[in-house]
């Protein structure tokens, strides 16, 4: 009875469950270097970092594995709820005394036990509210106002909330997850590019409204240009992966660590990484992100229907485009914008959320066509 019972439920994408336990480990490894100095010099031990971010991938693992036995469909049935929640969630980050402030950024709501940032959970819902809305209104796709313009409102709101937290890094990555999933649920080209255009434009007046994100785009250009203020950031993570070289320092012999390199456990865990083990194994880690597009695209066009697609697209460039931001950025392809890796930098928030997006496409591989 029990083997009847088993057979039942199909078997998930092993490939892209392996991809994910693989990256959340290689993160662990990471973080077990690059945090020592900042968890001795905040809380007297060096594994206070490590020892969290360790339950955090046990619970995001747990919830990956719980979500998809999950029927992904239900996620489409109270996908408008899951949207509202995530605004009210970001509208209480905003409100003082509930949002928590670190410095001038007021992105965390504080349950006691941990920091919570509800724009990475606002990621997830908005894929899954595009997903559910191109399903249903495929046929008013080519009407710009009845097909387009409703989902980019919501678009919208939710990328003005974040950005009022202020939050560049993940505003940017919601533009982009939101214009993949116009891509996938069949928005016309040209309505796509008139919406990168307008995307464009709106940055650029969010760059223009705060002084800082002008001088990211400045230093970005001339990183050679205040060394000591605007672009340290970007020079010490350069020399940090030009010191790292062909094979690397070694695992734990980092310099830039020792409060060289600000965010190493963060946005700049990449240069941290590529300084101790150097280009061929920071090559690795890339095309094990590669793979994560490979494995996630197979996934949606495989799906059985236009919401487990548009879903699976949804994630799968979340992980991906949020990878590249964040890898550009130390190499000097791409201005900072504060913007974590995922898998590999410290957080609960994006790990749990990214976890929960994982597991809704293991289910939607288990009712592949």
Not at 166 to 182: E, H, T
Request: with cysteine; glycine share 10%; aromatic share 14%.
């Amino acid at each position: 009875m029990f083997r009847r019972a088993k057979s039942k439920i199909p078997a998930f994408d092993k490939k892209l469950a392996g991809l994910t336990v693989a990256l959340c480990v290689i993160g662990l490894v990471v973080i077990s270097s690059a945090s020592v100095v900042l968890s001795f010099q905040r809380y007297g031990r060096t594994g206070y970092y490590l020892e969290r971010q360790i339950v955090f991938v046990i619970v995001g693992l747990l919830l990956m594995f719980v979500v998809s036995r999950i029927d992904y469909h239900w996620f489409r049935r109270y996908s408008r709820i899951l949207y509202i929640l995530s605004a009210v969630f970001l509208v209480a980050v905003l409100i003082p005394h509930i949002g928590f402030q670190v410095g001038n950024s007021r992105r965390w709501l504080n349950f006691g036990f941990s920091l919570i940032q509800p724009s990475e959970f606002a990621k997830l819902a908005l894929i899954l509210y595009l997903g559910a809305w191109f399903e249903m209104n495929r046929e008013r796709l080519n009407n710009f106002f009845a097909g387009l313009l409703p989902p980019l409102l919501a678009t919208g709101f939710l990328a003005g909330l974040i950005i009022f937290e202020p939050d560049f890094g993940s505003m940017s990555a919601v533009l982009l997850i939101a214009l993949s999933v116009f891509y996938a649920g069949g928005a016309r080209i040209a309505h796509l590019l008139y919406l990168l255009i307008l995307g464009s434009g709106v940055g650029w007046l969010a760059v223009q409204a705060a002084p800082y994100r002008m001088q990211r785009i400045l230093t970005f250009l001339n990183p050679s240009n205040d060394p000591l203020g605007a672009g340290y950031q970007i020079n010490q993570a350069m020399l940090a992966i030009g010191t790292g070289g062909f094979w690397g320092l070694g695992l734990g012999q980092s310099r830039q660590k020792f409060n060289f390199l600000p965010e190493p456990i963060g946005d700049s865990v990449f240069a941290i990484m590529s300084e101790e083990l150097g280009f061929w194994r920071v090559a690795i880690l890339l095309l094990l992100f590669a793979l994560f597009a490979i494995f996630g695209l197979a996934i949606a066009r495989r799906a059985p229907d236009e919401f487990g697609r548009n879903v699976a697209v949804g994630i799968t460039m979340w992980v991906v485009l949020q990878a590249a931001v964040n890898i550009g950025a130390m190499v000097g392809i791409l201005p900072l914008t504060g913007i974590t890796l995922p898998f590999i930098s410290y957080g609960g928030s994006s790990m749990l959320a990214i976890s929960i997006g994982v597991g809704i496409m293991l289910n939607i591989s288990r009712q592949r066509v």
